[in-house]
């Protein structure tokens, strides 16, 4: 049981530049997270699932898109890289039952010049 | 819009200490309250979970507490050692998607 998973765990971009980040989880879990965690800020939520081929908006989605095509793997897009998204992004999962606890990925750290 | 605050913001300790971390929330319509620690440079682990039902979780050396009613929680560490250092971060389960708001955490340096 590997988890939560995130890919890449680094990445530099230039202004411009678009990525996806992977986040996998084999928990065969319902609800699919993303957040960024700047400092000062906390952890905030970007865009979250409640199931396969489902998205919602969270906090701050603006400059971001996700996409749910299978129940295990939630990707995070972006576009046209800028600076202000040069953060830390955090996966995280949980299962279907109602009450249930969320379980985190290792992050990414993102830099955009 | 629910809003979460942790006091204090950072804590030092010498090794042996029991001590509490405090976590507040404004609105009382929470599905649930979670406690997470997270490393330097990692993710989060999770604590514990309290359901909006409950008044106490514990596992091992850590006890945590939820008042609703009054939109507190504590997480309460016993006999602190220095691998306890980390920041701790409380998040309460809201909406539809059951999605979390997180506090700003405490930084805890539990010393030798």
């Known amino acids: 049981n590997a988890g939560v998973t995130q890919t890449p765990k680094f990445r530099v971009l230039k202004t411009g530049q678009s990525m996806t980040l992977l986040c996998a989880q084999d928990m065969n879990h319902e609800y699919m997270y993303w957040y960024r965690q700047d400092p000062g800020m906390g952890l905030r939520l970007i865009h979250y699932?409640?199931?396969?081929?489902?998205?919602a908006k969270g906090e701050v989605p603006d400059g971001y898109n996700v996409s749910r095509l299978k129940k295990q793997n939630f990707l995070l897009g972006l576009e046209s890289a800028a600076p202000s998204q040069t953060s830390v992004y955090f996966c995280?999962?949980?299962?279907?039952?109602?009450?249930?606890?969320?379980?985190f990925g290792p992050g990414t750290r993102l830099t955009v010049l | 819009k629910q809003e979460v605050t942790q006091i204090p913001a950072a804590l030092s300790v010498p090794e042996g200490e029991n001590l509490v971390l405090n976590c507040s929330f404004t609105d009382s319509a929470i599905y649930n309250l979670q406690w997470f620690r997270q490393d330097p440079g990692k993710g989060l682990t999770s604590l514990l979970l309290i359901q909006s039902s409950q008044r106490e979780q514990t596992s091992g050396r850590l006890n945590a507490s939820l008042d609703k009613s009054s939109g507190r929680s504590t997480l309460y560490i016993a006999a602190s050692q220095p691998g306890d250092s980390a920041t701790y971060l409380c998040a309460v389960g809201v909406g539809y998607g059951q999605n979390f708001v997180f506090g700003p955490g405490t930084r805890l340096s539990v010393l030798p």
């Open positions: 995280a999962s949980m299962g279907p039952v109602l009450y249930n606890e969320q379980f």
């Open positions: 699932s409640v199931g396969e081929g489902t998205t």
